[in-house]
């Protein structure tokens, strides 16, 4: 029996005590396997247990020994044993990749008398190449011997790695060069396996990616691109035939490097970078290639073509497929919204990352690995165009070209550089313990302790190594996103010493880049807003960054540039203006997207500069409601000395509240974000026609106030109500969309009836010249014409006088017009009596009569014959063309005067509710109702987008190639979907909107023409 006090128990207490002080977290399990037979007699041996104590995990070192040990042929145990003793380096070397991975400790067991690689270097091993690593694969006959001739080489690389020898850069290069030798090998032996497909092709492997850039990870897919050929001398028509033995070729030699034996597997060859994808043939010739490239190839493609380098297979041809893409490559940059699809491209890549991964990736997530690569790879091709020094395939080296071009200033670079070399370091510890591809921050402690100690991280490994990581992350993500743009503010900025001087002509290629039409009145902007050493000045160094970012997203860099400076002229001695921007975030993130989507939201804004408040509260771009808006006017217009001065408060209330909706609209504080373009965007558009609705219905109100308080104080001889029609009154108002407004009154108890009339005639009167004074804010128009006998007949009747009309002389038009009327503003009890008068037109008891359906039927074709505009195109015109606005609201109206006596779910002045309680009630089927809604929808929205675009209303798409590309984005799409493209049509966006629209066309032909 032994325990802590016998003596034997006190010694074994002691060796725990010092395993523990060495490092290791299991010291009873050391000392179990420090006493295995495999190792004596050194188990004891301070200079082996220090040698583990320097390893990244002690216990995992120990382990694997003890397995390699036993594993030794008999005899060489001990030659093992007194190697490892005697010669430091060895015993360096294999500890450090034993106690770094599993994965190599496994091969190390299946494979005993590999140890002896390590044994020594060469000087011509300390660093070798793609040569070096030929001559050692040379002798792999078959899959197996090469994935066992591959991992004999990755053990001298991790050997290196892991003892310093070697840093990040030339491990990084080490693991190219020998994919490179891998892919060459197993095209050797693919070759040999089918020497016919051998002979009948010339086949160019080209490595992409980390490969191609020779800064390869220890476990990544190695991207590769094949290019075929006949052979020389070969006749034309031999070249289908070449493809096909090449395309054989190019397939069994990516399954020797993928398939899993067991050997385990070497890598997967990716051969996705191709043309068309995994959609397209795995081997093209050379021309295939250039025809594809220069005609359908996207500006990602181009931006993983700067990598491109010939691996293996024919050399000559892969040299001259590298000759052939490298002016595409460096011509890139001149592509229509290049920056934005870069930066777009980057944007998507971080969406796709699991919400629970995000904080851990270190290749994907913010400030990981892909945010420097792809910055840099941005400035390259940028400024590579017109600077070979910069046309570097490599990162680090492209970052330290663009410091000594002086693109960047040398202190970002050499930041990062930094946090760049620490992450990818950590990313080839975390994926050489078991060899296998992640990017994922461990989240285990004893993972996290291996990969601190392996990185030096002492004494407190795990909170070191993420303290790092979390530092490393800032500065990239600090870095990236003012990599771009603070050259051109340092080059503006006037300060000595203020960081990089960007030569005149690269700040204009980088403008242009961004897609500035005019990069001289850009930098004339930037200097107005940078320059100095003005504390605002610096602050704007500060903000600028992000808001042209955002301005390079849009689809006119210049206006939102422009809009800017104009907004900071007019609040830049605003103490809280700048300091709103600086401080809270989603303030200049929504000022640059408002200011750069269109005319309508920054005139609005230039009008009342103090409304940027609004983008920087959290609920400050939230719709305010009817009753609230309607009290706000009637206090402001209460206070006015004048009839003139109330409807200027009325319309300052307006402007404002106009704003706050067109920025929500703009920055998608209305809009299912996930929904794709044109879907889903229902409930956003209601929301827009109901506060659009408020606004004018309170700015009514007050101009209704305004009118009667001027002259009769607070008593009008007569009640007076405002009711709204059309979109007005179905809460479907556009951005320039007309109030459609009836006027009514009833002459109060005891009032003389000529005068009630003259008083309400002098009020509309009043009324209608206040809402035509000359004013800079968007107007509001008021439009009478449904009333009875039009545009002939008195601006304002008397309830009774309306009833005898609809009763003598209404016709079926009148009813249908009647289906939007709604009370908005005036006397509410008048209003709800007119509704009252005029229900039983709308929803007639008896239906329809079949000379009523042929009456509207002939309205409608009349209306198509006579009012669409000569010259427009019946497809696009969102109002009266084929499938638009007017199609679908009639066919819903017609379903309303015919059923909506019997049900009463029809009984709405809202088209989107009417057709869905047509659907509910069986009237149509859920397929057609969902095309009619989608159609509705699209066509409200692209008028919208057009008024947010020109700043006043249209009903088609504008001509102007910038107006469309940003009614294009309002609608979710992405750049070039407006573009024109070879077939003369107008991009996706204007193909999506007559597919839906002629959809909705044949439901309407068949609903609203030939149903019953």
Not at 513 to 540: C, E, M, N
Not at 662 to 689: F, H, K, M, N, S
Request: contains cysteine.
């Amino acid at each position: 029996m032994t325990g802590p006090g016998t003596p034997f128990g006190g010694r074994r207490q002691g060796r725990f005590s010092q395993l523990a002080r060495r490092g290791f977290t299991d010291p009873r399990a050391a000392s179990l396997l420090l006493d295995h037979e495999a190792l004596h007699p050194v188990g004891d041996d301070g200079v082996l247990l220090d040698a583990l104590a320097a390893t990244a995990d002690p216990d995992l070192a120990l382990a694997a020994l003890t397995r390699l040990a036993e594993a030794q042929p008999e005899g060489d145990r001990a030659v093992l044993l007194d190697t490892l003793l005697a010669a430091k380096p060895l015993r360096d070397r294999l500890l450090a990749v034993l106690g770094a991975s599993e994965a190599l400790g496994d091969h190390l067991a299946r494979h005993p008398v590999e140890w002896r690689t390590l044994t020594a270097f060469d000087t011509a091993d300390l660093h070798p190449g793609i040569e070096e690593f030929t001559a050692a694969l040379a002798e792999a006959t078959d899959p197996d011997s090469l994935r066992v001739g591959y991992r004999r080489a990755l053990l001298t690389i991790a050997a290196r790695d892991m003892t310093g020898t070697t840093g990040f850069t030339e491990t990084a290069a080490e693991l190219a060069d020998l994919a490179t030798a891998t892919l060459r090998a197993a095209l050797r032996i693919a070759a040999a396996e089918a020497p016919e497909d051998a002979a009948g092709c010339r086949l160019a492997v080209i490595g992409m990616g980390k490969c191609g850039g020779r800064e390869l990870n220890y476990v990544s897919d190695v991207d590769v691109i094949f290019v075929a050929e006949p052979p020389e001398g070969a006749a034309e028509d031999t070249e289908p035939a070449a493809l096909r033995a090449a395309t054989r070729l190019a397939a069994r030699m990516m399954r020797i490097c993928s398939d899993t034996t067991a050997e385990g597997t070497i890598w997967p060859v990716d051969a996705n970078l191709r043309p068309e994808g995994r959609n397209g043939p795995l081997v093209r010739t050379l021309s295939s290639h250039l025809a594809y490239y220069h005609r359908w190839a996207k500006t990602w493609e181009f931006q993983a073509l700067l990598k491109a380098r010939p691996m293996a297979g024919d050399e000559e041809l892969g040299a001259r497929y590298a000759e052939a893409v490298a002016p595409l490559v460096w011509g890139a940059a001149e592509r229509d919204n290049f920056v934005p699809d870069v930066q777009r491209m980057r944007r998507r890549v971080e969406e796709s990352i699991p919400a629970d991964r995000v904080d851990r990736e270190l290749k994907l997530g913010p400030g990981g690995l892909r945010d420097v690569e792809f910055a840099v790879q941005l400035l390259q091709l940028v400024h590579g165009r017109t600077d070979p020094a910069l046309r570097h395939a490599s990162t680090l080296d492209a970052l330290h070209a663009l410091a000594e071009g002086g693109y960047i200033g040398r202190k970002d670079a050499a930041s990062l550089h930094d946090s760049y070399e620490f992450l990818r370091t950590v990313e080839h510890r975390i994926q050489l313990y078991r060899l296998r591809r992640t990017h994922l921050m461990p989240e285990d402690e004893a993972d996290l302790r291996r990969l601190g100690r392996s990185l030096g991280l002492t004494p407190d490994p795990v909170a070191e190594v993420t303290a790092a990581w979390r530092r490393h992350t800032t500065a990239v993500r600090r870095l990236h996103e003012k990599l771009f743009y603070r050259p051109l503010l340092d080059a503006v900025a006037g300060l000595e010493g203020g960081g990089v001087r960007l030569a005149p002509e690269a700040a204009r290629v980088r403008l242009v880049a961004l897609g500035y039409a005019d990069p001289a009145a850009a930098l004339r902007h930037l200097t107005a807003l940078a320059s100095g050493v003005t504390r605002k000045a610096a602050i704007q160094r500060t903000l600028l960054p992000v808001l042209l970012d955002r301005f390079a997203d849009s689809a006119d860099p210049d206006a939102g540039l422009l809009g800017f400076r104009k907004v900071s002229d007019a609040l830049g001695t605003s103490p809280w203006y700048l300091r709103l921007l600086r401080d809270e975030g989603a303030a200049a993130e929504n000022l640059a997207r408002v200011l750069s989507a269109g005319r309508l939201a920054p005139d609005l804004l230039l009008r009342a500069p103090e409304a940027v408040a609004l983008l920087g509260d959290p609920g400050g771009l939230a719709p305010r409601g009817a009753t609230a808006l309607r009290q706000e006017v009637l206090a402001a217009v209460g206070r006015a000395d004048s009839a003139e001065a109330a409807t200027v408060a009325a319309r300052g209330v307006r402007r404002r509240e106009l704003f706050r909706t067109a920025a929500a609209d703009i920055v998608g504080a209305y809009r299912p974000t996930e929904a794709p373009p044109g879907e889903g965007q229902g409930p956003a558009l209601d929301q827009v026609g109901d506060a659009l609705t408020d606004i004018n219905a309170a700015t009514l109100a007050g101009a209704l106030r305004a009118a009667v308080q001027a002259r009769w104080g607070d008593e009008l001889p007569t009640r007076f109500a405002i009711i709204a029609m059309g979109r007005f009154g179905g809460h479907e108002l556009g951005y320039g969309s007309d109030a459609d407004v009836l006027f009514v009154h009833e002459a109060r108890e005891g009032a003389d009836r000529a005068e009630a009339d003259r008083a309400a005639l002098a009020v509309a009167g009043e009324l209608t010249r206040l809402l035509q004074l000359p004013s800079g804010d968007p107007p509001l128009l008021i439009d009478t014409a449904l009333r009875p006998e039009g545009r002939g007949g008195p601006l304002v009747r008397a309830l009774d006088n309306y009833a005898a009309y609809y009763r003598r002389w209404s016709l079926v038009w009148e009813s249908q017009a009647l289906l939007r009327a709604q009370p908005v503003a005036g006397d509410p009890e008048l209003g709800e009596r007119f509704t009252a008068l005029i229900d039983p037109l709308r929803y007639p008891e008896a239906g329809l009569s079949e000379s009523d359906v042929r009456e509207i039927r002939r309205l409608k074709a009349r209306m198509e014959a006579e009012r669409l505009p000569r010259g427009a195109d019946p497809t696009t015109h969102t109002k009266l063309g084929r499938g638009g606005l007017s199609d679908i609201e009639w066919t819903v109206q017609l379903l309303q005067l015919r059923h909506a006596a019997e049900l009463p779910e029809l009984r709405t002045t809202r088209t989107r509710r009417a057709l869905a309680a047509a659907e509910a009630a069986g009237l149509l089927d859920a397929e057609d109702a969902a095309v009619l809604d989608a159609a509705w929808i699209l066509a409200s929205r692209v008028r919208n987008a057009v008024m947010l675009v020109r700043g006043r209303p249209q009903d088609t798409f504008p001509t102007d190639p910038r107006e469309l590309a940003a009614v294009a984005r309002y609608l979710g799409y992405e750049p070039g979907a407006a573009r024109q493209q070879d077939t003369g049509s107008g991009g996706q966006m204007i193909d999506d909107y007559r597919r839906t629209t002629r959809r909705a066309r044949t439901v309407v032909e068949r609903l609203f023409y030939d149903g019953d």
